[in-house]
């Protein structure tokens, strides 16, 4: 009798695993597979959508000035800390600018109604410094900049769309460069204190999601380390960097004192996180692997949630990384409360440092590839280097959890770019992406379920815009853009997010959307 019991258990169990397995393989991704309270959205940032560059006494930024002087020829655009050589004519590939980008300075409202259709909860765009403070600290607070964003925070407001608000996406004024060298001097942490004090104090009441940062690590990687970005300088990331963090940390500190009890809100930094994988199935590459993810995430991370760089920078740099002093360590304390998480790709490492390896070698002494025995990653985007591999949000979310002791996570970034040199239908019928995302979510899922404290994802990005070096080469708009008319239509991918969003079970069948 005993014996048979035991089968009978067996046997359950291993129809059990078996309903599991099939479960897990087959079934569709669900709204109700995340939090009802979980923040789903769509990202945009100012210079690569607003426009109006010269509109409502907006002074000049640094991306105005560096894309209107088109003259010397650019190499290379980064990924992941590692750089590939991409050369053109001038200084972004297609000679374009911001100047009108998506116009969206003009058209928010449509904007808005779109993010009302996909029936996202929230939307993550940027403030343009030189909007709000053309002259930085130096001169007035303009009155036009602020309506501009308080007539979009209402306006989202009104449509249940709760605004999650980057301080600088890259664009600053440009006389903070011109007066100081910007993030070279110290200086720049008075400027962005009074620029976020500024922000808080006049949008605080409705903003309860600040990110000091996006992605700093690009900012001074490309603007201060191989001078690709304004302004061009080169070798300096190091320095540029540390005056970010401490930057974060000024404006966290304004907003703990004086802002948060009475406004309820967070605070936190967008970082760039690739996965890292070893190349080969040994130690060296594993070590690699590491210390490549410490030069990227953990560069920002660590001083911010832990007091100081990590140990293997240190060790890698020696001298050339800056030291905090007593008082910098004591403006670390007030730290962030969320980390926001811009994935994209995962990339191969191989050790540099003890195997000889034919390539040049990046900064950390580690080689990245693309692939494995002629085997890329994943399936490859229109952006050089940036490949479908969807289990890599699953472990840089694990990654994050493990390091920052589970420190409450975004996914602020998240998307998939199409050549602009494709046909029309090719692009509305976006197949690819919306099999990218549906996959995504599903590793973020899994993720969560083992622990890892993620309350929002944002799909980079609404709408088609200025993709920095690349202009409007590349797409990544769950919206198609016309940059004649500025008229906006639906790609499948948006109309895969509204699905899902309204909770339909989401098999993806590629199906067909029209022209316009
Ligand atoms: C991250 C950046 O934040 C955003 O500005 C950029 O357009 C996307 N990556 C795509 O490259």
Redesign the pocket.
């Known amino acids: 009798m005993e014996r048979r019991n035991k089968f009978v258990v067996v046997l359950a169990s291993a129809f059990l695993f078996l309903v599991q397995s099939l479960l897990s393989t087959t079934c569709a991704l669900h709204r109700d597979h995340f939090p009802p309270s979980f923040l789903f959205g769509t990202s945009t940032?100012a210079y690569?959508i607003e426009g109006a560059y010269q509109e409502g006494n907006k002074s000049l930024s640094n991306w105005d000035v560096f894309t209107h002087s088109q003259g010397m020829s650019f190499c290379i655009i980064h990924t992941c800390l590692f750089w590939f050589f991409h050369c053109a004519g001038g200084k972004i590939k297609d000679g374009s600018n911001g100047d009108v980008a998506a116009d969206h300075y003009h058209i928010y409202m449509e904007d808005i109604g779109l993010m009302h259709s996909l029936g996202i909860n929230s939307y993550r765009f940027s403030i343009s410094w030189s909007r709000i403070l053309p002259r930085g600290r130096y001169g007035k607070i303009n009155p036009a900049g602020i309506a501009f964003y308080n007539n979009l925070i209402d306006s989202l407001l009104l449509r249940g769309i709760e605004p999650f608000v980057t301080l600088t996406?890259?664009d600053i004024p440009q006389e903070l460069e011109d007066r100081y060298g910007a993030w070279l001097s110290p200086k720049i942490q008075k400027d962005f204190g009074y620029f976020a004090e500024v922000c808080f104090s006049k949008f605080g009441d409705r903003v309860k999601f600040w990110s000091t940062f996006?992605?700093p690590q690009?900012m001074v990687k490309n603007g201060y380390g191989t001078g690709e970005y304004p302004p061009m300088h080169r070798n300096k990331e190091f320095i540029a960097g540390h005056n970010a963090i401490l930057s974060h940390a000024t404006a966290v500190e304004i907003y703990r004192k004086r802002y948060q009890v009475k406004q309820q809100g967070m605070i936190g930094i967008v970082i760039?996180m690739c996965w890292f994988e070893p190349l080969r199935n040994n130690s060296l590459d594993f070590l690699a692997a590491q210390q490549v993810m410490s030069f990227q995430a953990a560069w920002f991370l660590d001083p911010i949630i832990h007091g100081d760089y990590p140990p293997e920078m240190r060790q890698a740099l020696g001298s050339k990384l800056p030291t905090f002093s007593i008082k910098e360590r004591r403006k670390l304390q007030y730290k962030l409360d969320f980390i926001g998480i811009?994935h994209?790709t995962s990339l191969y490492v191989r050790d540099c440092t003890f195997s000889p390896c034919k390539s040049s070698r990046n900064i950390d002494e580690s080689f990245i590839y693309t692939e494995r025995n002629g085997i890329p990653i994943g399936k490859p985007t229109a952006?050089p280097n940036y490949y479908v591999v969807p289990y890599g949000i699953e472990e840089v979310v694990l990654y994050t959890m493990r390091r920052y002791n589970n420190t409450p996570m975004f996914i602020t970034?998240n998307?998939y770019?199409q050549s602009s040199n494709s046909s029309m239908t090719e692009l509305l019928n976006d197949n690819d992406r919306v099999d990218s995302m549906r996959q995504y979510l599903t590793y973020l899922n899994n993720a969560m379920r083992k622990g890892a404290d993620v309350r929002g994802y944002f799909v980079?990005?609404l709408i088609d815009?200025f993709?920095?070096l690349y202009g409007y080469t590349m797409r990544?708009g769950l919206h198609y853009v016309d940059y004649n008319t500025q008229k906006r239509a639906p790609k499948l991918s948006a109309r895969w997010y509204e699905q899902f969003l309204h909770g339909v079970e989401v098999q993806h069948e590629h199906e067909q959307v029209d022209m316009i």
Request: proline share 0%.
């Open positions: 940032s690569q996406h890259y996006n992605e690009m760039f811009n994209y952006m970034e998307g770019a980079w990005s815009n993709e920095w990544f």
